[in-house]
């Protein structure tokens, strides 16, 4: 953790919220990374999402299966997404995220098009099941 | 989403889980993408991250206020996350996700650095408030 906190305080230095991450594997640190959305002007870039993409890139495979991640504050749900999509099986947070975004969001389904989305899905497994 | 389908189907074209995504602003595409998780070797690959990092980048901003998303799957809880992340205010999905991951993860806190992490954000955040 306390190289997470060193990652944080990076972002702090940048005026960006500070934020750090490390993840580890088999006891040594594989990637390194901190809270980038200001000076990327990119929502995607929280240090977890960016340590993932290292981690990745580093291993490579899509898959962290064994990595454990630090991270100074507790993961937002576009974060918690992301670690589970990674299959990283363990992380542990220094403190709590208090506020996780809540905003007016319309989602809906145009039924005019799920089938031909569908089947273009059932097509794929289905192919890679007789593969 | 007709334009999201193309995108779905260069994915299958590349033995890609086939999902395409388009970011509107405006009534005009500012950004296309699918997934490519299996070629970039990427978990955070997935077509809506990769549309919301070049919508940002094409609107110079991390805040995507206004646009709206065609996706030809139902977003997972990454996506979902990276979605109000961004601001995006209405998502359109074509079919539906039967199946979100839900993989065992142990998520704790390491409550000895909690007044350290925190106090790298109440710090930042009060002295953004007093600027």
Redesign the interface.
């Known amino acids: 953790?306390n190289e997470a906190?060193v990652q944080?305080?990076k972002a702090?230095r940048k005026g960006e919220?500070?934020?750090g991450v490390v993840i580890v594997k088999d006891k040594k640190i594989i990637a390194r990374a901190y809270n980038k959305?200001?000076s990327?002007?990119?929502?995607?870039?929280?240090a977890e999402?960016l340590a993932?993409?290292k981690a990745?890139?580093y291993i490579?495979?899509?898959?962290?299966n064994g990595c454990v991640m630090y991270v100074?504050?507790?993961p937002?749900?576009?974060?918690?997404?992301?670690?589970?999509?990674?299959?990283?099986?363990?992380?542990?947070?220094?403190?709590?995220n208090e506020k996780d975004?809540?905003?007016?969001?319309?989602?809906?389904?145009?039924t005019?098009?799920?089938?031909?989305?569908?089947n273009?899905?059932r097509?794929?497994f289905k192919k890679r099941r007789n593969q």
Chains 1, 2 share one sequence.
Request: aromatic share 6%; net charge positive; hydrophobic share 40%.
């Open positions: 953790m906190i944080a305080e702090l919220v500070p934020v959305r200001e990327k002007k990119d929502a995607t870039c929280h999402i993932i993409r990745c890139k490579k495979d899509w898959r962290l100074t504050l507790e937002c749900s576009m974060c918690m997404g992301a670690i589970k999509q990674a299959r990283i099986s363990k992380v542990i947070y220094g403190t709590n975004i809540e905003l007016p969001l319309v989602i809906s389904q145009n005019m098009y799920k089938e031909e989305c569908s273009l899905l097509d794929f």
